[in-house]
Nanobody, 119 residues
Framework: QVAPVESGGGSVQPGGSLKLSCVTT????????VEWHRQAPGKERERIAS????????VYGDSLKGRFTVSRDEVKGILYLHMSRMTTEDTAVYYC????????????WGQGTQVTVFS
């Protein structure tokens, strides 16, 4: 199973926007739950968004709803995380995970991409 690859991280000022990409495969997007997680300095890794194999999506956390959204390109096998009105609290390493346990495969993780929000 090929691990997802994240990209699009970088530095942004408060109030700015970024779009992250998680590149998997058309099959992974179609068969597995693909999730975005993040880990801020000194904190536990947390799940922030997910996309099911059927295309439904969820953003977790009241502080993220309305600012973060998820979209995907099923043919290219890419899951996007759109982040807007960013704050310093969004500074973290953002990871993508493909949870394929329902089809008997392990969950695979990407290497992460750093996002820094600075004033």
């Amino acid at each position: 199973q090929v691990a997802p690859v994240e990209s699009g991280g970088g530095s942004v000022q408060p109030g700015g926007s970024l779009k992250l990409s998680c590149v998997t495969t058309e099959n992974i997007i179609g068969w597995c739950r693909v999730e975005w997680h993040r880990q801020a300095p000194g904190k536990e890794r947390e799940r922030i968004a997910s996309s099911t194999s059927r295309g439904g999506s969820t953003v977790y956390g009241d502080s993220l709803k309305g600012r973060f959204t998820v979209s995907r390109d099923e043919v290219k096998g890419i899951l996007y995380l759109h982040m807007s009105r960013m704050t310093t609290e969004d500074t973290a390493v953002y990871y993508c995970a493909a949870d394929c346990t329902r089809i008997g495969m392990a969950t695979s993780w990407g290497q992460g991409t750093q996002v820094t929000v600075f004033s």
